[in-house]
């Protein structure tokens, strides 16, 4: 009887305290708890930026200096083994850096899908939500266009992981991940507001960016429209080159879209390039051809290299040419995480492209595109016999001149070996500024070693590697 | 004054408790059924084995147990350390054993008893009993032993039982200990003429600027390590205490305050502990225990055991890298002195703001105000009722309480690529865990010969943690320091919520046939919270069979069983939408994403255990070998599993993994010699293999926690053990470091790495040897482990000729100057770990009785015991028994930058009246 009573008790405790063991997250939000409101559809086309903007994205660690590295800019001298692979042309597909492009666009790729698709079910009004989405489609048209700059072929994904248990795509074709990019873009051209503002993209952006899109797969007919509206809408080229790289004018009238950084989200462009008295770590040498292109009275010269400056102690001393393009000495007198920003898209960038396509399509400079390239010119020019204007020329020397312009003004903001990859002269430029001799598959990154292991749906690898 | 003052008060030292002759006299059985019958475990008695001066009762599970591998990590007060028993199991959640303390089952996570804000590795949350309160400490491997915990038992379970009164009259115990410190042998590093004439050599060697005029001029230079050091770090114990009993009650209480200065400056412990406990027969057939300990742990940290990557500021490795051409008269109140560098000619010049990661080390050290107090609670209330002849019901409630506060202010000037003013910081913990448990025994003999035993149990546990946090920094005027975080700049808050809970049901039956054939079966089922409460059964069987003759003793043993483990955070199971931050336009501005994937259909860890044992007994036990073979296999180990980077995702957690450990253990116990000397010794040998028997579909993951920048230094890989150090294979030429080519691709890529050693040992011993003598007692221990490897990081800094820092004596002669060694994690790094240490030493001299009783006193005791005495190991580092990161298990093995040990020296009496 006695132990009956107890056996009872027993059960009763046992079921009734079922939901004893029920989890309840009260200091996190589940995925229940969310879309609820109108501020989660801002908040998740913001986090999209977080693989822009933040300290740990690859635009801010890798961008700017891998794509410079694989060209005729520089060469890294520091002890890390990955970008010495990248400056000497032996990419291995177990470089870790490579892994963390992949990764990193991928993981932009997968807050952008997050936010197209979900934006629509949280209570924002129908234009509201269609200026986002826009917005995120920009984001994940950038993050796969350069996707494919890199790697070529990659898996085309476009919704976003449920569980983590989900099947791997497999390797898209070419054309599917350039439809998805060209639709990108015009849907952001079409459904964003003109212009940038506050680091955000507008249309002007995104049709500048498709205009890249188009020249880089060769439709250039439809390059230069797209351009032509990006140019149009433009506020212009500022006055002072200097002006594009201090802190206190970010965002400026020229910059469509740039990696923004600040205090909390600093980037290590002059930790690394800048001289030791400067706690830099003189990591990254210019090119001799590189440092001889800038002529006497090149505005240019003295905001893109370092060769005299004033230490810590006051004295003035000299160096061999250093990068110090985002040195900004007014805000950071010494080498630390910096706040300035990197550009991604200004209209200098779009100018020279104008001049490049138009190179295309009638084999040689004319008007418009001479006016294009001349007047990044001119903005650089300090003394009147500096970078005299440009007179007419034939495709190959416009080209050259072209991507002598572009070295001289888009050092170190991630372009140059998409450009050089783009116009076909990567081979060419590389051996006659360093004597490397590279072959094709240096026109692709290698698709990464851990990748490959965890989806066979890569294979093959990319030709070379 | 200061020596003089030491000696007079180690002669008047007194020291208590251990003394308590221990009797059979107790009151109650014990609250929880003892299965250790029938284990591998090997019980010993504290009170046999003296405690460790002021240290925590979980240092004693070091080279006192067979098949423990222990490690005590760090030697900063209060120190932590990581316990393994037969090996590791999980390649994600913890691998630290259960403690049962007093019936109070425990997981012992440092990191779960801070808050986290204060600097340095993490306190030892054990440290909250003092170890003279221990009675017994029995360690709990085998399946029917730890199957009884189910699926907290894998891992293996530390019974400890306190110390409780005893029938008697009230006796009075008072103690006095009274110790000194001085920290192990540092590194030899290069006086300040030659780190002058070898930057010199540097520098031409590398083309740079910079020659120091007179190299002569600077002498033995400044010896960081020397000036971070308090050579006159003292620690002091003091106990008073009453225990008695009547044959309805018995009590002790005791109350010890104790003083541990670190043998670094800046940093300290400070111990108030009550313990109490309480047993007591209210009626006839009820009675009653209570076991209560309350503490309160005071302590300053200091900066050690940074992972070097400038954003932690490290003591021990500024040490190293500030240059001994500055001089020590640097005082830590002139902060322009933080941030001194030496010029190119060796001229010290201040400058603004720190343009190194590693500042003034003694700044570092007393600068920096970084204090943590954690107040515990922890009682257990036990009562037995008995039912009928033979029927007895068992019930418990216990609670563990902590809270804690952290405070933390870091100058300015010290801070490394930040904006100026301080960053000063606050928070608080509380945590509770609460069990409630019922158990109805039943135990009676059939005949002579039948002895059977029967439990059903029930048990509920759960756990709460809350937090809250703040920091600010840029103070425009740094003297409030971290009392007012309203004035800083920029602020951080944080808080925390987290909780889980527990349901278990136990059975057993125990049954003997005549003393000679032992059955034991255990089934236990456990749910837990983590994963949604889904129950899983966990069975166990024993059998023991003995052969015993005129002092002859065999004894066959051999358990099979299943356990598990699930020491893995709240909350898993959810995706988790959380902030992500970037800038925009100069501001910070969050969003949201889905930051984790929750991970699907989350077990319990199970480990199948296969144990034989065999105890061969001679001379009526005076002569005692116990052996056992083990084997056991862990299905469904939890792991970190990469995924494709095309999820957008790094990892997920799943239960993929099959973990095996097999090994042997022999202990061989003495007791006596001879009439007059008593001899207890003990010898302890154990060897474990473990192998990563599956990874799932990968079979590679390289892993590490980041050292000096580097994070995939270790490599979870089939048919490996765990704890292998993976990188490149080197070997130095004319003082060049070059790598191996193993893939023949013409150039070092990642592909190249391979594995190069493993940070598990072999093989762990221990002897440990009383001996006494007409009152005299001699106590020596030594310990050590074989086959492990070191990952000597420290080496990439002192080891290292290229200029950045100060090197190792050795470096210079063997190596060319301005060699580059810091490059890859390479085999370069990796060294032999094998050791074997002196680890302690006590004398200890009992008053005769006759002299004693003279003084109206019931006994008194002086001893003095010295710790850490002699080591004998090839490893060229400070310490062969490190672990960096603690109880992190999967990175073990790894030195930097930690807080040394210390030589200590200790006295005291122990005086009952």
Redesign the interface.
């Known amino acids: 009887m006695k132990i009956n009573y107890w056996i009872y008790l027993l059960v009763l405790c046992c079921v009734g305290c079922q939901d004893f063991l029920e989890e309840d997250p009260e200091s996190l939000i589940t995925t229940d708890e969310f879309l609820q409101i109108e501020g989660d559809a801002q908040a998740m086309v913001n986090a999209i930026y977080h693989h822009i903007n933040s300290k740990e994205s690859i635009y801010t660690k890798y961008y700017w200096l891998v794509n410079d590295l694989m060209s005729d800019l520089g060469e890294y001298e520091g002890n890390d083994l990955d970008l010495r692979e990248f400056s000497h042309f032996q990419i291995s597909p177990s470089n870790r850096i490579v892994h963390e492009l992949w990764k990193g666009l991928y993981a932009g790729i997968g807050a952008a899908n997050y936010a197209i698709i979900e934006i629509g079910n949280t209570p924002v009004s129908a234009a509201e939500a269609e200026t986002l989405v826009a917005e995120a489609r920009f984001l994940r048209g950038m993050f796969y266009f350069d996707l494919v700059r890199y790697f070529g072929e990659v898996p085309l994904v476009v919704d976003y992981l449920r569980s983590p248990n989900e099947a791997l795509v497999a390797k898209a074709p070419l054309d599917s991940l350039y439809a998805l990019i060209e639709a990108d873009f015009t849907f952001a051209f079409e459904h964003l507001p003109r212009s940038s503002s506050n680091g955000r993209p507008g249309g002007l952006a995104a049709v500048t960016q498709l205009g890249k899109y188009y020249a880089t797969v060769g439709t250039y007919s439809r390059a230069a429209q797209a351009l032509r509206v990006g140019l149009s809408g433009s506020a212009g080229l500022l006055a002072d080159y200097n002006d594009l790289f201090r802190i206190a004018n970010q965002n400026n009238a020229e910059i469509l879209l740039s990696v923004n950084l600040g205090p909390n989200e600093g980037g290590p462009m002059n930790l690394l390039t800048l001289p030791r008295p400067l706690n830099g770590r003189e990591e990254i040498t210019p090119t001799t051809p590189f440092v001889e292109l800038f002529s006497m009275g090149d505005r240019r010269r003295e905001v893109t290299l370092i060769e005299t400056y004033v230490d810590q102690s006051g004295n003035t001393r000299t160096t061999d040419p250093l990068i110090g393009k985002y040195w900004d000495p007014s805000v950071e007198p010494v080498a630390m995480p910096t706040a300035n920003d990197i550009p991604l898209i200004r209209f200098a960038d779009a100018l020279l492209l104008q001049a490049e396509v138009g190179n295309e399509l009638r084999a040689g400079s004319n008007a418009e595109t001479l006016g294009a390239i001349n007047a990044v010119r001119a903005r650089s020019r300090t003394v009147p016999e500096a970078l005299p204007d440009l007179g007419t020329l034939n495709k190959e020397n416009f080209l050259n001149a072209i991507l002598d312009e572009r070295m001289r003004e888009l050092a170190w903001e991630g372009q140059r070996w998409f450009d050089l990859v783009r116009t076909g002269t990567l081979a060419e430029r590389v051996m006659q500024a360093r004597g490397i001799a590279i072959s094709e598959k240096d026109m692709r990154l290698p698709i990464p070693a851990p990748e490959l292991e965890l989806n066979p749906g890569l294979l093959p690898q990319n030709p070379g590697y | 004054m200061e020596r003089n003052k030491t000696i007079i008060i180690l002669l008047l030292s007194a020291l208590c408790t251990s003394v308590i002759a221990q009797s059979d006299d107790i009151l109650l059985d014990s609250v929880s059924i003892d299965t250790s019958s029938m284990s591998a475990e090997t019980a010993e008695s504290p009170s046999a084995l003296p405690a460790f001066p002021n240290g925590t009762f979980d240092q004693m599970l070091q080279g006192n147990f067979a098949g423990v591998h222990a490690v005590q990590a760090s030697g900063q007060p209060g120190a932590q350390m990581m316990i393994q028993i037969r090996g590791m199991r999980s390649l994600a959640g913890g691998n630290e054993p259960l403690y049962i303390i007093d019936g109070f089952p425990l997981y012992n996570d440092n990191g779960l008893a801070i808050s986290g804000l204060t600097l340095g590795p993490a306190l030892n949350a054990l440290s909250a009993w003092h170890p003279e309160d221990i009675q017994s400490i029995k360690v709990l491997k085998d399946a029917t032993a730890a199957a009884f915990y189910g699926a907290r038992g894998a891992n293996g379970v530390v019974l400890v039982e306190t110390k409780r009164g005893q029938v008697g009259a009230p006796m009075l115990e008072i103690g006095v200990q009274l110790g000194s410190m001085s920290s192990l042998t540092s590194p030899q590093l290069l006086s300040g003429t030659d780190y002058a004439t070898f930057l010199n050599q540097a520098n031409s060697a590398g083309g740079r600027p910079g020659q120091i005029n007179s190299p002569a001029a600077f002498g033995a230079g400044t010896d960081w390590t020397n000036i971070i050091q308090d050579n006159s770090a003292l620690m002091h114990t003091y106990r008073v205490g009453v225990s008695g009993g009547s044959e309805n009650m018995a009590f002790r209480i005791q109350g010890t305050y104790s003083i541990k200065q670190g043998n670094l400056q800046g940093s300290d412990l400070n111990r108030f502990i009550l313990h109490a406990n309480v047993d007591a027969r209210a009626t006839k057939s009820i009675k009653v225990r209570n076991s209560l300990n309350i503490a309160r742990l005071d302590a300053n940290t200091i900066a050690t055991d940074d992972n070097g990557s400038g954003e932690q500021l490290g003591v021990i490795t500024a040490t190293q890298i500030f240059s001994p051409l500055l001089s020590s008269i640097l005082t830590a109140e002139d902060a322009n002195y933080f941030n001194v560098r030496v ?1 190119d000619e060796g001229n010290p ?1 201040p ?3 720190s ?1 190194q990661a590693y500042v003034n080390p003694l700044a570092l050290s007393t600068a920096i105000d970084s204090r943590l107090v954690n107040t515990r609670f922890s009682d257990y209330f036990g009562i037995d009722v008995s ?2 002849e033979g ?1 007895t ?1 068992t019930g418990g409630l216990g609670a563990d309480a902590l809270f804690n506060e952290e405070s933390l202010f870091i100058p300015g000037a010290l801070e490394f ?1 930040k ?1 100026p003013g301080g960053t000063g910081g606050g928070s608080r913990m509380q945590s509770i865990e609460w069990i409630s448990d ?1 158990r ?1 025994k039943y135990k009676r003999q059939f005949g002579s010969q039948h002895n059977l035993s029967a439990l059903i149990g ?1 048990a ?1 546990q ?1 756990y709460r943690r809350e937090i809250l946090g703040g920091t600010s920094r840029g103070f425009e005027n740094q003297t409030l320091r971290f009392n007012d975080l309203s004035v800083g700049s920029g602020k951080f808050i944080t ?9 278990s ?1 136990m059975a057993s039956v125990d049954y003997t046939f005549d003393d000679r054939l032992q059955i034991l079966l255990t089934m236990r089922s456990d ?4 994963n ?2 889904e129950a899983m059964l966990f069975p166990a069987v024993g059998l023991k069979w003995t052969v015993s003759k005129e002092g002859f003793l065999v004894r066959l043993r051999l358990s099979a069983g299943q356990t598990g483990s699930f020491a893995i955070p ?2 898993q ?6 902030e ?15 930051v984790r ?1 929750g ?2 259909d989350l077990k319990f860890e199970t480990t199948r255990k296969i144990n034989l044992g065999l105890d061969i007994g001679l001379f009526a036990d005076d002569l005692f070998l116990r052996a056992d073979y083990y084997n056991e296999v862990t299905d469904n180990a939890l792991t970190f ?10 990892l ?1 957690l ?1 239960n993929i993994a099959e973990v095996a450990n097999r090994g042997f253990e022999v202990s061989l116990v003495t007791r006596r010699f001879g009439q007059k000397v008593q001899w207890n010794g003990q010898w302890h040998l154990s060897a474990n293999k473990n192998e990563i028997k599956n990874l799932g ?2 079979n ?1 993951i390289t892993v590490g926690s980041e050292v000096l920048g580097r994070d ?1 230094w270790s490599i979870l890989r089939e048919g490996e053990s765990i704890g292998a150090f993976y990188g490149y294979q080197s070997e130095l030429r004319d003082g060049v470091i070059n790598y191996r080519d193993l893939d023949g ?1 013409g ?5 190249d790495r391979t594995i190069i050693g493993n940070a598990a040992p072999t093989l762990v011993f221990g002897f440990s040897n009383t001996l006494n003598y007409k009152g005299i007692e001699l106590h020596f221990m030594l310990q050590g482990s074989s086959g492990s490897d070191i990952a000597n990081f420290n080496s990439l800094l002192i080891g290292n000729p290229n200029g950045q820092s100060n090197i190792r004596t050795d470096v210079l002669s063997t190596q060319n100057p301005n060699a ?1 060694l ?3 994690f390479s085999d370069h790094l990796i060294e032999d770990g094998t050791y074997l240490r002196l680890k302690r030493l006590r004398v200890a001299y009992q008053l005769p009785k006759s002299l004693v009783e003279k003084w109206s006193m019931g006994s008194i005791k002086i001893y003095a015991s010295m710790e850490n005495i002699w080591t004998g190991t090839k490893y060229s580092g400070v310490d062969p028994d490190v672990s960096h990161f603690g109880q992190q298990h999967l990175f073990q093995g790894v030195d930097f930058g930690g807080y040394p040990k210390a030589h200590q020296i200790v006295g005291g009496i122990q005086v009952q009246l």
């Open positions: 010029d010049t400058e603004l703001q343009s039912l009928l029927l019901l690529q904006s019922l109805l029930y509920l759960g808080s925390d919520r987290l909780e889980n809970s527990w349901r049901l749910a837990s919270s983590k949604g409460g709240s909350y199971q959810f995706t988790v939408i959380d992500v931050s970037s800038s925009l336009n100069g501001v910070t501005i969050n969003g949201l994403n889905r994937l991970a699907e599993v990469p995924l494709a980077g095309q999820t957008g995702y790094d997920t799943a579909a990968t590679n995939e691709d150039q070092i890529t990642r592909a580059d810091d490059l890859l």
